[in-house]
C-alpha cells in the first residue's frame, strides 16, 4: 500500500532595515534614505535549510521612494 506525502518546498526572500543616515541622490533629501539587506533562503516543509545567492544591500528613499545600490 502507497501512502502519498506532500512535501512543501520553496524560497523566500527577506528584508532587514539595517540603518538610516544617507543623503537621497534622487530627491535630495538629507537623512531621507534607509538602508535595506535581502536574502533568499531555501525552504522544505517550511523549515530554512540554507541561503540562496547572496545578500544584497540597497537604500531605498523615505520621501520619494528611489532604491539604488548601496
Known amino acids: 500500500m502507497c501512502i502519498p506525502f506532500l512535501f512543501v518546498c520553496g524560497e523566500h526572500q527577506t528584508t532587514k532595515k539595517l540603518g538610516q543616515a544617507r543623503f537621497c541622490a534622487n530627491c535630495s533629501t538629507k537623512n531621507g534614505a534607509q538602508l535595506f539587506e535581502t536574502s ?16 544584497r544591500r540597497f537604500y531605498r528613499c523615505v520621501t520619494c521612494g528611489a532604491m539604488y545600490p548601496a
Not at 40 to 49: E, K, M, N, Q, V
Open 40 to 55: 533568499g533562503r531555501f525552504h522544505f516543509c517550511y523549515i530554512p535549510l540554507c541561503k540562496t545567492g547572496g545578500s
